[in-house]
């Protein structure tokens, strides 16, 4: 195994031109140091991959050169110009930074180009944004309507119009992005990158964070590793690979095919109907269905959780007919959605709240008085059984880093109240090796109680490393794919081949 100590030898040369440069960083909140001492130069036309653990400070560093946060002591430079000590994000972004959020901060009430001109109409006359703004959009390869409201965007959508936003200023040195491909599909990721490639040539320093390691891999020039605070590794992206860069990451996990399961002899206990008639699923089953990013596959989890219209499936060999959120529930199924900061999570609330909100009515004494300790003892035990990191569950659920989120949200629907189907909407999406790892085992766990489960990806490794075995689906086409050694690279070519028959059929 490579350890950390061994890969922060490949240390790289300073860049000869530093475009931003970080000092002796450090930023405290109480008693605890998010950032300590971190000095990094990142030079003219650098791709550097940022990694780390949810809570590694990857986070907090971005706030800080985005002017968001003020570091408790340490310096920030912009092309040799010094950052004010407490800068405003309106200074930084003078001096050139531009920053990308996993969830971008648009008006959801204003269409595209209002969004993209937003708090900075002084850019452009009326009469050209809407020229600007289609360019900027073709640029990073999106092709919406600029009149669309930004309501009724996907999150890969939202990135988009974040990031040609950015563009539109038209000053950036420095481009930092957080999770940028997260929400988008293979084509829209190989944009992404041929655009991040062209601006790093005109001389753009790029920080790319990411737990999707692949991309990471296939963009970045160098990589910066950080754990608890501090600068772990820093070298060339060509001296790791998946497995040595997953390792560096989380040198004490243990990496083996956690999905090798044999569920022949138990019972079906989930079968659907219509459309997708003979994709079935056995009790403690735990079941792919793979297809294109916004395929059909997530379309049915919404269906079966009632979320468009009515649909007819079978658990447990009774026919349910689900038809709100709220008949889904009651016939033991669940969802976590892909989209957990929409779809999922409720700014303000309490972690605990966050967890027990669906449910509170359904504690003994219905209609007790519900206090501070309701419902502790069992948010306790899924805070243990998915080792969930951060404050107290009093805390609010913002405090917690976007891996600990989306553990809240499992715990909601897995372990409250035990699901009979549960269905899982990219359940790894945006969360880093670690926390990954702890989903799975938390998954499998629920699984070996008797409870199905459903996943639904548009990513390859998440089918392979979660699932029994899997279903590809194109449009209305599916395949069955059986687990092997060559899992993740059937899954990939049976797509690929569904994919290019559905073209056929639309076609001829």
Not at 67 to 93: F, N, T, Y
Not at 145 to 173: C, H, I, T
Request: with cysteine; glycine share 10%; net charge negative.
């Amino acid at each position: 195994m490579l350890m950390i100590s061994a890969l922060s030898s490949h240390r790289l040369a300073e860049p000869q031109a530093a475009q931003l440069e970080l000092v002796g960083l450090r930023v405290d909140f109480g008693a605890t140091r998010a950032l300590d001492d971190v000095s990094l130069s990142f030079g003219s036309g650098e791709i550097v991959g940022l990694l780390g653990h949810n809570g590694a400070g990857k986070s907090t560093l971005f706030n800080v050169v985005s002017g968001a946060l003020a570091a408790s002591s340490g310096s920030v430079s912009v092309g040799g110009e010094s950052a004010p000590v407490k800068p405003s994000p309106s200074q930084m972004a003078k001096l050139g930074i531009t920053v990308i959020h996993q969830e971008p901060a648009l008006a959801h009430n204003l269409t595209v180009v209002e969004n993209i001109f937003l708090g900075q109409e002084d850019l452009a006359p009326r009469g050209t944004r809407r020229a600007r703004a289609q360019a900027a959009l073709e640029r990073v390869g999106a092709t919406l309507d600029l009149d669309r409201e930004v309501a009724s965007l996907g999150l890969g959508e939202r990135q988009l119009v974040d990031l040609a936003r950015g563009l539109v200023r038209g000053d950036m040195r420095v481009l930092m992005l957080d999770e940028p491909t997260a929400a988008l599909g293979r084509a829209e990721t190989d944009a992404l990158h041929a655009l991040i490639r062209q601006l790093a040539a005109d001389g753009v320093t790029v920080i790319y964070v990411s737990h999707r390691l692949p991309d990471i891999l296939d963009v970045c020039t160098r990589i910066v590793i950080l754990r608890a605070g501090r600068v772990q590794a820093d070298g060339l992206a060509s001296a790791y690979d998946g497995r040595t860069l997953s390792q560096a990451l989380a040198p004490d996990a243990e990496f083996d095919d956690l999905a090798r399961r044999h569920l022949a002899e138990q019972p079906e206990a989930v079968a659907l109907h219509g459309t997708f008639e003979g994709i079935t699923a056995r009790a403690g089953e735990i079941v792919g269905l793979f297809g294109m990013a916004g395929g059909r596959q997530f379309e049915i989890l919404e269906c079966m959780f009632g979320l468009q219209g009515t649909y007819d499936f079978s658990v447990d060999g009774a026919r349910v007919q689900s038809t709100s959120p709220q008949s889904a529930v009651r016939a033991g199924v669940h969802l976590v959605p892909a989209d957990r900061e929409r779809d999922g999570l409720i700014s303000g609330n309490t972690a605990l709240d966050t967890v027990f909100l669906p449910w509170y009515r359904t504690i003994p004494g219905r209609g007790a008085w519900i206090y501070s300790g309701t419902g502790k003892e069992a948010y306790d035990l899924a805070r243990s059984e998915l080792q969930i990191l951060g404050p107290d569950g009093a805390a609010p659920i913002d405090e917690f880093s976007g891996g600990n989120r989306q553990k809240h949200l499992i715990a909601r629907w897995a372990f409250v109240q035990p699901p009979k189907l549960l269905l899982l909407a990219q359940p790894t999406q945006g969360v880093d090796v670690g926390a990954r790892l702890d989903i799975v085992r938390a998954v499998r766990a629920i699984a070996e109680t008797g409870t199905t489960v459903l996943v639904a990806s548009s990513e390859s490794d998440e089918i392979e490393l979660l699932c029994d075995r899997a279903y590809v689906i194109a449009d209305t086409n599916y395949s069955p794919v059986e687990r092997s050694e060559d899992f993740g690279a059937t899954l990939l070519t049976t797509l690929l081949s569904l994919a290019e028959t559905t073209g056929k059929v639309r076609n001829s």
